[in-house]
């Protein structure tokens, strides 16, 4: 079963379970959909970044590991608003980056752990918000 399949499958689950849960599992779901694509903007733009500097190798990764996660937030999210809260983040992400010198190096450290954990394990992550207290 791909990993895109069995996070649908565990978000169903996970969603026709009654509500013991601090967030209820609809609002667990929508901050997880949100928190993806919060992390396929910062490995785009973390991508952009290398590959203006020349390091095409991980320039790669990053825009490959955005496009997982994109795939895996298609699933979650109605494709006809995934292109504009997308658009949303990227934006607020690019201000935040610019602002103050250090910009783009305060938001590398401040996506950087949890998109880290995003990519190594979507299902941690969507159980971490389902048991957020």
């Known amino acids: ?56 190798m991980d320039s790669y990764k990053y825009f490959v590991t955005a496009s997982d996660i994109l795939k895996k937030a298609k699933a979650m999210v109605p494709t006809s608003r995934l292109q ?16 103050g010198e250090g910009g783009s190096t305060l938001y590398l450290q401040e996506y950087a752990d949890t998109c880290r954990k995003l990519a190594a394990s979507p299902e941690a992550r969507l159980k971490y918000w389902m048991d957020k207290r």
């Open 1 to 56: 079963m791909g990993l895109s399949l069995r996070l649908l499958v565990i978000v169903g689950l996970l969603l026709s379970a009654g509500p013991s849960y601090a967030y209820d599992n609809a609002s667990a779901v929508n901050v997880f959909s949100h928190e993806m694509l919060t992390c396929v903007s910062y490995y785009t733009l973390l991508a952009g970044e290398l590959r203006q500097s020349g390091d095409t």
């Open 84 to 99: 504009e809260k997308l658009d949303l983040i990227t934006a607020k992400m690019q201000a935040k980056r610019g602002e």
